[in-house]
């Protein structure tokens, strides 16, 4: 089986990498789609493609061949001067991940949403706590 791993180089990608790799996948086998490396990815052994999932045509030659995807790239910011950045990377992003997937043959492409799940974590829970109630009085 041949996977790739958009955002292979943030923490939950390198989990899925290691537990891809864990499990008995060919680290020849496994591709992490991210514009920079990770040592920690070297010594897996994994192939590091150095593309960015907002570069098509070399997202289409980092997914291809490709049996599954897993799209995990993502990015926090509560600045709004970053608005715009994240609104590129996680809807154009995503969108560019899904048609090379769908391109390549992939069988399985698979959006993630781990930046969400980050980024909710971050906020204070009492915060948290009162807008569940008050939404939950609606």
Not at 19 to 38: E, K, Q, Y
Not at 43 to 71: E, I, K, N
Not at 108 to 129: E, I, N
């Amino acid at each position: 089986m041949r996977v790739a791993i958009t955002g292979g180089t943030g923490f939950l990608g390198r989990a899925v990498v290691r537990a891809l790799v864990d499990s008995g996948v060919d680290p020849a086998d496994v591709r992490v789609v991210a514009r920079s490396t990770h040592p920690e990815l070297d010594s897996l052994g994994v192939v590091q493609t150095g593309a960015s999932v907002l570069a098509p045509s070399a997202l289409a030659a980092a997914l291809d061949g490709v049996d599954v995807v897993y799209h995990l790239a993502g990015m926090v910011s509560r600045d709004p001067a970053d608005n715009e950045a994240m609104r590129r990377l996680h809807v154009d992003g995503t969108e560019a991940v899904l048609t090379a997937a769908q391109a390549a043959g992939a069988s399985k492409p698979s959006a993630q949403t781990a930046p969400t799940s980050s980024s909710a974590t971050a906020r204070p829970a009492s915060s948290r706590g009162a807008r569940m109630q008050r939404q939950s009085r609606n």
